[in-house]
Structure formats: structure tokens, C-alpha cells
């Protein structure tokens, strides 16, 4: 029967109800050879693997129905079409499917070569590995049903229809939580009608023109009204809106800036939750987590790539109209650039948003900045509104339009008393003062009318003859307070100043009620406070959250040479807030606060929302999540005194309840930082303080799984399984009366201090930089990664090879790479992950190892080609080859003054050579297998190399005799590396332990490092001697 004769029998069976099975599938495959083919294969081959293996296992035949529900689904989805018109989207979610059934066959593989002993312990892994499999085939199918059914409709009205029939609450639940919500903020006032007229249409007209780039920068000075341009156009567009804002410092936080921008994007458009669902999967998929990645991976994966996903979608309908997808980004000025590289980092992303297709509209607001333009000029629309002398007409008349209409209101209360009152022929006065600035303008309406004599005040503001861009705000912000201190008495001034200043420096906004709690204040004795400070002062949303009415009040009040008497004593003031946050907590927290009965996970808490804002008021929320960001920048003095001691008490009586608050209010990732912040601060004023904060920090990194989880388990969790040489759980074992305890566990804190991950293969070579902050790696995914030593985010995107990167070195001054892939070599700029020339090519075979010279000026490469090579560093020529070994040179390492270059290979052996010369100086034999791994100590003295024999040998260089034989692995060396001070070596192995050595005996130093789950091919360790970096078969650094 001809394949086109047995595809039309399937047919009609399947509107007879048939069940398409894999004998069927294949007369399927006939006549879909191309995309049907190596699906209906693949499921063949899992289906076999579980039927050898599943025998009587009911979670393997759970598996093996999803894989009949697959062969079905499939099938019916590509006999709707013929074989020459099956669409792309289609072809491509079956090779999606394709992937997915990859990693199941390697799973049933893994299950189905173990030993019996194996199977037994690994029988509740099973049931959830087993669970896991069937829902990525549960999402593969339902994806395709999905994309099946779209395939077939006529309108993206059907489409919009579809989505929300496939986002359930739930799957809409995990997607938030997997990304980041981000802070609900009311919106401000918009433009009052009839102003900004001209510039708002040339805005509207630009967002909906997708022809036209898709990037439009709105910058002014502060105050001149892009609050109001930014909520009009949300008002109107229905535009996603992300913000940066100096009172709130997780706004500011630049790692989780696109996160949150897709967790907008997901509460804001519903189409496109499939593609942002198919995102998060996807980096799970590659057992990252999106919290791990660096800015760049995220602008990729969380938008760009749903994004063009999305829209290859919906350009399938021809003739109808995409929906236009704004997302404004408001403030960028205010963002966090300590950080100078992630400030870049982030600008480069914004600028990559050119290259999204145009229905996909950006708009930035800032202050003018430089960075912002040498990133974004030439990649924009721009938009200016101009203040000071450059003020445009239209600005002078928007500005004339809003005092006369806030004028209206005013006069209507005030003639009622003041009946001489008159505003009419002084308003083109205050049109002049206020230089294009409606901040200005606000603020001097808000001072007339509370509190004062509002005559007085009007003559106050209208003699201002300040000018230029800024002075006209800051004499004004000068008259206010004036006003406000005036006729108060030295208390009375004392308590605003207080609350002012608090208000200035809170690292989040707090209410009326927070600041009287925290600062001791008698309640309800602050609404005068807040009264006489409005004009300077804003509410957020409708929580009454009080903060600076702008940011220039806020730079004026930090400035002491603008606000003077006024100006925020910065240091001292974060030393009372230090200090009373610490007091409060000492005060307020105790065990149990929720009052639940033990056991409780935090999602099983009812009522949990209601019994937080009762029992867990705003201001303890704040003082557990700042007290030690608040900490000065310089260290200890006499005047924190107070300080250290309130710390000791928080520490020995109140460290557990800290952590269960933590808990409670889903901010156990706070722990950590603070506790370090606090160590940093103390410098070596307490060592006993410093311990326990050390001892915390481990705490809350080891624990952290069950802070999050349970308020009430994690004092069981950490007061039990801690290692017994803990500070704090030895302390506060003896407060708490636990009916289980540990008779065997772990004695000493883990070694390990941090897991990498992001590689996709083996990890063959690491390294530090010279300055120990950064930490690259090459791997088998054909990529060298670069990581920030202390937070284990990547840097900049990977450096991408053609091949596997077998090995890779830093220069010296730390600002080159060479990587050694196939058989050249490639030199990298690190600050902007850009190739340096061409590579470097003359091996035969692949190069197997790569170093610098200290001067920088020469590269030397070993190569499976038998031979050594001498590089010019700076023009990729070839200076020499040195040949001698009879097999793969392995590894090799230079002399510190650069004049010996030693090499290990298959062949057994380790020769010297002459650097400059060429000629063999010796060889060095001992090894009764290959040697993969050698190292010179940093005093040139003695040679370390690491064998397949499971050995590590020490040599002496002048004489070539052996001095040492170190002998523990149980399986062949495969790295080896000095200590900064050539007083130790450790070395890594096949048998997933790291030693460390005594290079003058052959005592090992303690216990094996264990925590790899693969072969160990790379340790090093860092220049300042703290760390140790080791890469592995298990794809972590």
C-alpha cells in the first residue's frame, strides 16, 4: 500500500476514534519522513528501555501511557495537514518534544544500569524522577495540543481566547513566583489636561508606528514633569511600567532588573504567559535557576527570546493587526551603579531591545546622563524637556495653565478669610521662577497653602530670583523649611528634624505609625510632623507610606553646600537608625511570634497576610530586613557604643526569632547579606562578636532551604543538624529544650563554599584572576565562562568556540584570556568579552594545555600533536616548537622569571626546556602512567606534577631528583597547583576528592573536599590564598 493511500486510511480511523499506537505511527513516519521520523523513533526507543527495565514498577508505567499519549498526540496533530505544508511552528515543537525525549531516554538509561543495591536505595528518587518525566511529556503535549489549535484558527482574537484557556491560576502562580513581582506603586498624577499637548501626541504617534525604532528616551531635570508624561501614556497605552526609586533599594537592585520586568509583562499582557512559561521551563530545564542568571543570559532568555517567539507566532495571520506591547522604564538615573560593570551591563541589554521586532515599544526616563546616551543616542528616539534657560514655550505655558488652574481651588478657600487675597497678576512671576520646573510648581502651591500666613508666603516665593536648572528648586526647598522650623520651639524642631532625616535615609518608605514606633515616639503624637512637612513630603500607594516629595529634595537635604542648617548629618543619623532598629528588634521579637502550634509550613499558615499585620507591625518588618544596611561607612567609634552592645544582645538572645520573622515574611534571603554587612563593619573591635556573625552567615547559607519554608521547623532544622562545632546552635541548644538530637553528623562547617552553575558540559580548566575577584572556566559546551568570585553570578556572556575548550589562562595583569579549543588558541578582551585578532594556529592536533609568561609578551600551548609551542602574545606568530615527547603533552607551566618551561605527557615522562633555546634541559621519570597535570612553585625550586598512576610527585628543578611521593587518591591525578606560598599543593582527581599537601612532607593536611559528583579535571587556587576553585565532570565550578 502507497504511503499516501495508508495515510488516508489513518485518517479516517482516527475520526472513527482510533488510538494512534507506534505500529501505526510508522505508516505516519512513511509519509512524514522528515519531522515524524525521529519522534515516533524516539518514543520506540524509551518504550523499549522501559519495558526491559519497568517490569512490575507501576511509576515506569505511568511513563510509559504519557509516551502512548505523546505517539497519539503527535500523530493527529500531523495528519490535519499534508506533507509539503506541515507549518514551521509545528515542525519546531516536535524537535522541542524531540529534546524532552532525550533526557528521558538518558534518565531510563541511568535507572537501568544500576546494581541491585542501587535500585533499592534509589527506589523513592523513582517515583519523583518517574513524576518529573511525565510532566515535561505533560507540557510537551499540552504545548503542541496548544500551538495545534492556534495552527487552525482565523483570528489572534482566537488566539488571545486559547491562551487564557491554557493558563490556569496555577501555572499563572508558579510563573510569578518563579520571576520577580514587581513593587506595586500607584501611579502619580497625570498631565493636566490641556497641557503637554504637543509633546504627548508626538509620544502617542511614536508608540503606535512600528516602522519606526523602537527605543524613545525621555530626559529632563528633576522636577520638570516626567512623572506625569510617564503615567499619562501608562494611563492611556496600558504600558508596562518598571521603575527605579532612590527610597526603595530593592528598585534599585540591577540583578533583578529584567526579571522583574517579565514578571510585569506577565501581569500586564496575558498573551504572552505561554512564551514567559516556555522561558522559565526552559532555564530550569538546564538546572539553572533564573535567580542565577547574570543581566545579559536574562534580558535573552526571560525577554527576547519569548518575545521573538511570540511574535513568529501571531505573524502566521496575515491581514490582522499585532497588539502593540509597551514597557516603560522610569527613572534609570536612580538605578544602583556602584557596580560599574552591571550598570553597563544593563544599559547594553536596553540597547539590545533595538533589535526586538517593532511592536515590541521601549520608553526610558532619566535624568540627562552621559552613560545613558553613549549607549542609547544613536539607538533612539529623543525627547527633551527643557528647564532652566533653554525652557521652551510650550513648557512656560503648560506650567502658566497648571498654576492658574491649582490657583482656583487655593483662592476659593483663602478669600473666604483673606478677602484682599489676589493671585492673578503674580502668577507670569512664578511661571518665570519656577525655569520649566513643575516640581517648583507643586512645591510652591503646597507651601502657600499649609500652614503659615499664605500671603506671606506667596511674597516668600515670588521675590525668588534664582535661575539656572537646579538653584530655582533649591531656593525654594530653603524657603519651605525655613517656613516650617519657624516659630518652633528646640524640642519641637529636634522631633522634625528627627523624623525628616529618617525619612531621607530609610532604606524603604515607612508610615506615620512605623516611624513613632521605631524612633519611640508617643503614637498619633507625629500627624502635626507630618502636617507641617506635606510640601516636601509624597505618600505611596494607598498605604500612606511617607517619602521625599522628589528626588531632588533628596539630593538637596544629603548636599550640606545647597541645604546648609538643614542638610542630613548622613553618618550620624545611620548610626541611630542602626541602633534603634536593633533596639526595636531586641524589644519586640520572641519565639513563636505568630503563636502557631509547632510543625507549621509557611504555605499551610491561614490567615497568614491578617496575622503578619497583626503581629508583625511594618516597622519590625523593616528594622529585620536594613538594621546593618543602615551601618555607617566608616568603622567603630566611641559613639558606637550603643551599637555593639545592642548587637551583642540580638545575637545571643534574638538571633533564631530574627530568622523565624525572616521567615515568615518570605525575606530569608536578607539573612545572609546583613550578617556580613554587620562583620564588615566591626573590623576587629569584637572577636567574639565576629565569630558569631561568621557562625550566622553559615547558618542562614546552609540553611536556607528551610528558613524559607517553615518559621516554626527551621528551630529544629538548625539547632539540630548544625555541625557540632557551631557557635550559635552550641549556644542556643541550651534555650531550647529539643526532644531529638543527632548522635552522629558533621563536626566542622561544609568546605564548599559555593556551586557555579551554568555550564552545560564538563568543566576542563579553571583559573583566578590575578586580583582573586573573578574566576573563569572552560568546558566541554564549547564555552569559557567568567564569574564573580563572591557573588557566583557570570560576568558578560560566555566566550563561544567551535569545540570543546580544553583549557584556558589569564595574563598576568588579569585583562586577557587565552582558550585553547580544537587546535587553536584564542586570545579574549575580558572587559568587553570581545576575540582579540585572529587565532592562533601551527598545532597539528588539539591543544591540550595554554599559560602566559609573567612579562605577558609569549603564550606556550601543549597539543595531542606531541609538541610544545612559543607564542607572540600580540601578534599570534609562531616563535618555536619544542619536540622530544613521544604522546599528548598534557600540561605545561613556566618558571616565574620566565626562563624554564616544563611539560608532562602521555608518554610518562616531564621534560624542562630552555625558553628561549629550545633545547631539553632533562626529563624527569617516575610516573608509571600518563602525567595530566604539573605546576612550578612560585619560588621556581620544585616541580609538582599529578599522574594516572593516582600519585602526586614533588621534583627538585636544579637537579631533576624526586623528593617526594604523595600517595591518598584512589583513582589517576588529573590536577595539581602550589599555594601562593609554596607551603602546600592540592591536587584533584577522578575519585571526586580534593587533598591538600604539605609540600615539605608527605602528610596530607585534613580531610578530603568532597562535594563533586563527577571526576575533578581542574584546581586552582587564588592568589590571596583563601579559595579554592575546582572544576568537574558534573559541570559545576
Known amino acids: 500500500m502507497s504511503a499516501d493511500n495508508r495515510l488516508m486510511k489513518i485518517r479516517d480511523g482516527i475520526q472513527e476514534g482510533l488510538l494512534i499506537g507506534l505500529d501505526v505511527a510508522d505508516g505516519i513516519a512513511d509519509a512524514f519522513p522528515g519531522p515524524a521520523k525521529g519522534i515516533f523513533g524516539?518514543?520506540?526507543?524509551?518504550?523499549?528501555?522501559?519495558?526491559?527495565?519497568?517490569?512490575?514498577?507501576?511509576?515506569?508505567?505511568?511513563?510509559?501511557?504519557?509516551?502512548?499519549?505523546?505517539?497519539d498526540t503527535v500523530a493527529k496533530a500531523l495528519v490535519g495537514y499534508n506533507p509539503d505544508t506541515v507549518p514551521k511552528s509545528l515542525v519546531e515543537n516536535i524537535q522541542t518534544m524531540n529534546k524532552v525525549l532525550d533526557g528521558i531516554q538518558i534518565e531510563v538509561e541511568k535507572a537501568q544500569q544500576r546494581k541491585g543495591w542501587e535500585r533499592a536505595v534509589l527506589l523513592k528518587r523513582d517515583k519523583k524522577v518517574t513524576q518529573d518525566l511525565v510532566g515535561r511529556l505533560n507540557d510537551a503535549i499540552t504545548r503542541l495540543n496548544f500551538q495545534e489549535h492556534i495552527g487552525h484558527s482565523l483570528s489572534l482574537g482566537q488566539i488571545k481566547s486559547s491562551v487564557r484557556q491554557l493558563n490556569s491560576e496555577q501555572e499563572f502562580t508558579w510563573l510569578k513566583k518563579a520571576l520577580s513581582t514587581p513593587t506595586q506603586i500607584t501611579l502619580g498624577d497625570s498631565c493636566l489636561e490641556g497641557t503637554r499637548e504637543?509633546?504627548?501626541?508626538?509620544?502617542?504617534?511614536?508608540?503606535?508606528?512600528?516602522?519606526?525604532?523602537?527605543?524613545?528616551?525621555?530626559?529632563?531635570?528633576?522636577?520638570?514633569?516626567?512623572t506625569a508624561v510617564v503615567s499619562t501614556v501608562v494611563r492611556k497605552t496600558g504600558a508596562s511600567r518598571n521603575f527605579f526609586q532612590h527610597t526603595d533599594s530593592a528598585s534599585q537592585n540591577l540583578l533583578w532588573f529584567w526579571r522583574t520586568v517579565a514578571g510585569s509583562l506577565l501581569n500586564q499582557y496575558a498573551d504572552l504567559r505561554p512564551y514567559l512559561s516556555d522561558a522559565v521551563k526552559e532555564i530550569q530545564e538546564q538546572q539553572q535557576s533564573v535567580e542565577d542568571l547574570d543581566l545579559l543570559s536574562q534580558f535573552k532568555k526571560l525577554i527576547k527570546f519569548p518575545l521573538e517567539a511570540y511574535y513568529r507566532q501571531i505573524s502566521q495571520f496575515d491581514g490582522s493587526k499585532p497588539q502593540i506591547i509597551s514597557l516603560i522604564v522610569d527613572a534609570l538615573d536612580e538605578a544602583d551603579k556602584q557596580d560599574t560593570r552591571q550598570w553597563n551591563e544593563l544599559l547594553e541589554t536596553l540597547a539590545e531591545w533595538r533589535q526586538l521586532p517593532g511592536i515590541f515599544r521601549l520608553i526610558i526616563t532619566?535624568?540627562?546622563?552621559?552613560?545613558?546616551?553613549?549607549h542609547l543616542g544613536s539607538k533612539c528616539v529623543e525627547e527633551t524637556l527643557a528647564t532652566g534657560s533653554s525652557v521652551s514655550e510650550e513648557s512656560q505655558a503648560d506650567i502658566n495653565k497648571y498654576l492658574r488652574y491649582q490657583f482656583l481651588s487655593i483662592r476659593k478657600k483663602?478669600?473666604?478669610?483673606?478677602?484682599?487675597?489676589?493671585?492673578?497678576?503674580?502668577?507670569?512671576?512664578?511661571?518665570?521662577?519656577?525655569?520649566?520646573?513643575?516640581?517648583?510648581?507643586?512645591a510652591a502651591l503646597d507651601y502657600i497653602e499649609v500652614g503659615g500666613n499664605p500671603l506671606k508666603r506667596l511674597q516668600d516665593i515670588q521675590y525668588s530670583t534664582s535661575i539656572?536648572?537646579?538653584?530655582?528648586?533649591?531656593?525654594?526647598?530653603?524657603?519651605?523649611?525655613?517656613?516650617?522650623?519657624?516659630?518652633?520651639?528646640?524640642?519641637?524642631?529636634?522631633?522634625?528634624?528627627?523624623?525628616?532625616?529618617?525619612?531621607?535615609?530609610?532604606?524603604?518608605?515607612?508610615?506615620?505609625?512605623?516611624?513613632?514606633?521605631?524612633?519611640?515616639?508617643?503614637?498619633?503624637?507625629?500627624?502635626?510632623?507630618?502636617?507641617?512637612?506635606?510640601?516636601v513630603l509624597a505618600e505611596q500607594n494607598n498605604d500612606h507610606l511617607l517619602q521625599s516629595c522628589h528626588k531632588s529634595f533628596t539630593d538637596f537635604m544629603l548636599e550640606q553646600e545647597?541645604?546648609?542648617?538643614?542638610?542630613?548629618?548622613?553618618?550620624?543619623?545611620?548610626?541611630?537608625?542602626?541602633?534603634?532598629?536593633?533596639?526595636?528588634?531586641?524589644?519586640?521579637?520572641?519565639?513563636?511570634?505568630?503563636?502557631?502550634?509547632?510543625?507549621?509550613?509557611?504555605?499551610?499558615?491561614?490567615?497568614?497576610?491578617?496575622?503578619?499585620?497583626?503581629?508583625?507591625?511594618?516597622?519590625?518588618?523593616?528594622?529585620?530586613?536594613?538594621?546593618?544596611?543602615?551601618?555607617?561607612?566608616?568603622?567603630?567609634?566611641?559613639?558606637?557604643?550603643?551599637?555593639?552592645?545592642?548587637?551583642?544582645?540580638?545575637?545571643?538572645?534574638?538571633?533564631?526569632?530574627?530568622?523565624?520573622?525572616?521567615?515568615?515574611?518570605?525575606?530569608?534571603?536578607?539573612?545572609?547579606?546583613?550578617?556580613?554587612?554587620?562583620?564588615?563593619?566591626?573590623?576587629?573591635?569584637?572577636?567574639?562578636?565576629?565569630?558569631?556573625?561568621?557562625?550566622?552567615?553559615?547558618?542562614?547559607?546552609?540553611?536556607?532551604?528551610?528558613?524559607?519554608?517553615?518559621?516554626?521547623?527551621?528551630?529544629?532544622?538548625?539547632?539540630?543538624?548544625?555541625?557540632?562545632?557551631?557557635?550559635?546552635?552550641?549556644?542556643?541548644?541550651?534555650?531550647?529544650?529539643?526532644?531529638?538530637?543527632?548522635?552522629?553528623?558533621?563536626?566542622?562547617?561544609?568546605?564548599?563554599?559555593?556551586?557555579?552553575?551554568?555550564?552545560?558540559?564538563?568543566?576542563?580548566?579553571?583559573?583566578?584572576?590575578?586580583?582573586?575577584?573573578?574566576?573563569?572556566?572552560?568546558?566541554?559546551?564549547?564555552?569559557?565562562?567568567?564569574?564573580?568570585?563572591?557573588?557566583?553570578?557570570?560576568?558578560?556572556?560566555?566566550?563561544?568556540?567551535?569545540?570543546?575548550?580544553?583549557?584556558?589562562?589569564?595574563?598576568?595583569d588579569g585583562t586577557k584570556i587565552a582558550s585553547a579549543s580544537?587546535?587553536?588558541?584564542?586570545?579574549?578582551?575580558?572587559?568587553?568579552?570581545?576575540?582579540?585578532?585572529?587565532?592562533?594556529?601551527?598545532?597539528?592536533?588539539?591543544?591540550?594545555?595554554?599559560?602566559?609568561?609573567?612579562?605577558?609578551?609569549?603564550?606556550?600551548?601543549?597539543?595531542?600533536?606531541?609538541?610544545?609551542?612559543?607564542?607572540?602574545?600580540?601578534?599570534?606568530?609562531?616563535?618555536?616548537?619544542?619536540?622530544?615527547?613521544?604522546?599528548?603533552?598534557?600540561?605545561?607551566?613556566?618558571?616565574?622569571?620566565?626562563?624554564?618551561?616544563?611539560?608532562?605527557?602521555?608518554?610518562?615522562?616531564?621534560?624542562?626546556?630552555?625558553?628561549?633555546?629550545?633545547?631539553?634541559?632533562?626529563?624527569?621519570?617516575?610516573h608509571q602512567a600518563t602525567v595530566n597535570s604539573i605546576a612550578i612553585?612560585?619560588?621556581?625550586?620544585?616541580?609538582?606534577?599529578?599522574?594516572?598512576?593516582?600519585?602526586?610527585?614533588?621534583?627538585?628543578?636544579?637537579?631533576?631528583?624526586?623528593?617526594?611521593?604523595?600517595?591518598?587518591?584512589?583513582?589517576?591525578?588529573?590536577?595539581?597547583?602550589?599555594?601562593?606560598?609554596?607551603s602546600k599543593i592540592i591536587s584533584g582527581s577522578s575519585d571526586r576528592t580534593i587533598q591538600v599537601w604539605e609540600v615539605t612532607t608527605d602528610h596530607n593536611l585534613g580531610q578530603s573536599f568532597m562535594g563533586h559528583q563527577g571526576p575533578i579535571f581542574a584546581v586552582t587556587l587564588s592568589p590571596d590564598g583563601t579559595k579554592i576553585a575546582s572544576g568537574s565532570a558534573d559541570r559545576t565550578v
Open 562 to 812: 545647597r541645604s546648609g542648617e538643614f542638610a542630613v548629618k548622613e553618618e550620624l543619623h545611620e548610626l541611630y537608625l542602626a541602633n534603634i532598629c536593633l533596639q526595636f528588634m531586641n524589644t519586640k521579637l520572641k519565639f513563636n511570634i505568630l503563636g502557631l502550634s509547632m510543625g507549621y509550613f509557611n504555605r499551610d499558615i491561614v490567615d497568614l497576610t491578617e496575622q503578619v499585620s497583626v503581629s508583625i507591625p511594618w516597622s519590625l518588618q523593616h528594622a529585620c530586613k536594613y538594621w546593618s544596611e543602615y551601618y555607617p561607612a566608616s568603622n567603630p567609634t566611641a559613639k558606637s557604643k550603643n551599637l555593639t552592645q545592642n548587637l551583642e544582645i540580638f545575637l545571643e538572645k534574638h538571633f533564631f526569632h530574627w530568622l523565624e520573622v525572616l521567615s515568615i515574611i518570605s525575606a530569608g534571603y536578607y539573612a545572609t547579606s546583613l550578617l556580613k554587612t554587620a562583620n564588615k563593619w566591626l573590623g576587629n573591635l569584637s572577636s567574639n562578636m565576629i565569630q558569631l556573625l561568621t557562625d550566622g552567615a553559615k547558618i542562614t547559607d546552609l540553611f536556607n532551604q528551610a528558613i524559607q519554608e517553615s518559621c516554626s521547623g527551621l528551630y529544629f532544622s538548625i539547632l539540630t543538624f548544625s555541625p557540632q562545632t557551631s557557635l550559635l546552635a552550641n549556644h542556643y541548644h541550651k534555650l531550647y529544650n529539643l526532644s531529638l538530637q543527632v548522635t552522629r553528623g558533621i563536626q566542622y562547617w561544609p568546605t564548599e563554599c559555593q556551586v557555579f552553575l551554568g555550564h552545560q558540559g564538563w568543566v576542563s580548566s579553571v583559573a583566578f584572576s590575578p586580583d582573586s575577584t573573578k574566576i573563569h572556566s572552560a568546558s566541554a559546551d564549547k564555552t569559557v565562562q567568567i564569574w564573580d568570585t563572591s557573588t557566583g553570578q557570570t560576568l558578560g556572556q560566555p566566550l563561544h568556540h567551535q569545540s570543546w575548550v580544553i583549557s584556558s589562562a589569564f595574563s598576568p
Open 366 to 374: 532619566s535624568r540627562p546622563n552621559d552613560d545613558i546616551r553613549s
Open 468 to 535: 539656572g536648572h537646579i538653584q530655582p528648586l533649591d531656593d525654594l526647598y530653603m524657603r519651605i523649611l525655613q517656613g516650617i522650623y519657624r516659630n518652633l520651639d528646640k524640642a519641637e524642631q529636634d522631633l522634625l528634624q528627627k523624623v525628616l532625616w529618617t525619612i531621607i535615609i530609610a532604606k524603604q518608605p515607612m508610615d506615620q505609625l512605623s516611624i513613632e514606633e521605631l524612633i519611640n515616639a508617643p503614637i498619633c503624637s507625629l500627624w502635626w510632623v507630618e502636617q507641617a512637612l506635606r510640601p
Open 822 to 926: 580544537g587546535n587553536k588558541i584564542q586570545m579574549w578582551d575580558i572587559s568587553t568579552g570581545e576575540a582579540l585578532g585572529q587565532p592562533f594556529e601551527g598545532h597539528q592536533d588539539i591543544v591540550l594545555s595554554v599559560a602566559f609568561t609573567y612579562d605577558r609578551a609569549r603564550i606556550i600551548s601543549g597539543s595531542q600533536d606531541k609538541t610544545v609551542r612559543v607564542w607572540h602574545a600580540f601578534t599570534s606568530q609562531s616563535l618555536g616548537s619544542f619536540k622530544s615527547h613521544q604522546d599528548d603533552v598534557n600540561s605545561i607551566a613556566i618558571s616565574p622569571d620566565g626562563t624554564k618551561i616544563v611539560s608532562g605527557s602521555d608518554d610518562r615522562t616531564l621534560r624542562i626546556w630552555d625558553a628561549f633555546t629550545s633545547q631539553s634541559l632533562g626529563s624527569l621519570e617516575g
Open 42 to 71: 524516539g518514543i520506540k526507543v524509551v518504550v523499549d528501555l522501559v519495558d526491559q527495565f519497568s517490569r512490575n514498577k507501576e511509576d515506569w508505567k505511568a511513563l510509559k501511557t504519557k509516551l502512548q499519549d505523546m505517539t
Open 937 to 982: 612553585s612560585p619560588d621556581g625550586t620544585k616541580i609538582v606534577s599529578g599522574s594516572g598512576d593516582a600519585t602526586v610527585l614533588i621534583w627538585d628543578v636544579s637537579t631533576g631528583n624526586l623528593e617526594l611521593s604523595l600517595e591518598g587518591h584512589q583513582l589517576p591525578v588529573e590536577s595539581v597547583a602550589f599555594s601562593p606560598d609554596g
Open 198 to 226: 504637543i509633546l504627548l501626541s508626538r509620544i502617542f504617534t511614536w508608540v503606535n508606528d512600528p516602522t519606526v525604532t523602537n527605543i524613545l528616551w525621555l530626559s529632563a531635570s528633576p522636577g520638570a514633569g516626567k
Open 414 to 442: 483663602i478669600q473666604q478669610k483673606i478677602p484682599s487675597w489676589t493671585d492673578k497678576n503674580i502668577i507670569p512671576q512664578l511661571v518665570n521662577n519656577a525655569a520649566g520646573l513643575f516640581m517648583w510648581a507643586k
